[in-house]
């Protein structure tokens, strides 16, 4: 079993940056990929941003491309997701995934979600 845990939500201006960590305890989660979903008012769960067990592979929806960053640090069984020029739009609870039962990192199904950390960008 594999427990995450997210920090770092909270209320920012638009344009203003945010950086939310997901820690991971339990089994050995450096093996596994690891993902980053968002859902905002009245909206669906949707990809926000992902990277493979080593870190070097890194995926993100076009919302988010050029602003977001993802990383992990596995020795500290961490993955941080930094938030940069954020809009209003941006506004959701964010969760934190392990995981995927696919090879597709983008499809919202893994097996292993944290209870999610508000981001609330204000205009």
């Known amino acids: 079993q594999v427990q995450l845990v997210e920090s770092g939500g909270g209320l920012v201006q638009a344009g203003g940056s945010l950086r939310l960590s997901c820690a991971a305890s339990g089994r050995t989660v450096r093996i596994y990929a690891m993902g980053w979903f968002r859902q905002g008012p009245g909206k669906e769960r949707e990809f926000v941003a992902a990277i493979n067990w080593s870190g070097g592979d890194t995926y993100y929806s076009n919302y988010v491309k050029g602003r977001f960053t993802i990383s992990r640090v596995n020795g500290k069984n961490t993955v941080f997701l930094q938030m940069n020029s954020l809009k209003p739009e941006d506004t959701a609870v964010y969760y934190c995934?392990?995981?995927?039962?696919?090879?597709?990192?983008?499809?919202?199904?893994?097996?292993?979600w944290g209870q999610g950390t508000q981001v609330t960008v204000s205009s």
């Open positions: 995934a392990a995981d995927p039962r696919y090879s597709d990192y983008q499809r919202n199904d893994y097996n292993y």
